[in-house]
């Protein structure tokens, strides 16, 4: 009898790991579509919140990449973390300020959870693309407004480069120090100038003059 207790024991084995490989799929893919009452109903039986995929994406990533502010606030809710970072480097806000989805972003916010690390932070990428609402957010919430990228580029440094005059302005009127320099020795305002943004290197100049 002992064989009927060892196949009985491997076929619960089996089934077990069968059932909770359909799960992950699934969290991903809730995660991923924004469907949070599935996805509450996979954590609550014990899925982990970090859960990852293959690029190293957690749930949380998944959900603020593609703009759900519901799921992201469930997850966070679940004590998701939103400093874990993918195997690109980027964390779930950063990826939230990066395509622009500022809903998300303030529930980063709300939640009073850390939303910078060493390296690059969502002011940057918001700066980056122009987001200037999420920009203006980050502002608000205490951003760090002259963190380095690993290239010692400034929040200010890149909006400045790719001609985002309203982020240069809310930068500006945060404090944004326009003396600092990258690692190859440009300011702000060499760096709008050398992409031809001429207009936005004269208000910074203008700025750094009146420091």
Do not use: C
């Not at 024991?9 to 995660?31: F, P, Q």
């Not at 990066?98 to 916010?109: D, K």
């Amino acid at each position: 009898m002992g064989w009927i207790k060892t196949l009985v024991a491997t076929m619960v084995v089996v089934i077990a790991g069968v059932a909770l490989a359909g799960s992950y799929e699934d969290a991903l893919d809730a995660a991923s579509n924004g469907r949070s009452s599935a996805l509450a109903g996979l954590l609550s039986r014990g899925i982990d919140p970090d859960t990852t995929d293959t690029n190293g994406n957690n749930l949380l990533m998944l959900a603020a990449r593609d703009g759900h502010a519901d799921t992201v606030a469930l997850l966070l809710k679940f004590r998701a973390s939103p400093l874990q970072r993918n195997l690109m480097g980027d964390s779930a806000p950063m990826l939230a300020a990066l395509r622009g989805h500022r809903e998300v972003v303030r529930a980063f916010i709300a939640s009073g959870r850390p939303l910078e690390a060493d390296g690059w932070t969502p002011l940057m990428y918001a700066a980056f693309e122009g987001h200037d609402g999420i920009v203006a957010d980050l502002l608000a919430a205490g951003a760090t407004i002259d963190a380095r990228a690993p290239n010692q580029a400034t929040p200010l440094m890149l909006a400045a480069r790719n001609g985002h005059a309203k982020a240069v302005e809310l930068l500006l009127a945060a404090g944004a120090d326009p003396a600092l320099t990258n690692d190859r020795g440009q300011s702000a305002a060499e760096w709008a100038l050398e992409n031809g943004n001429d207009q936005i290197a004269t208000r910074i100049r203008s700025a750094a003059g009146k420091r």
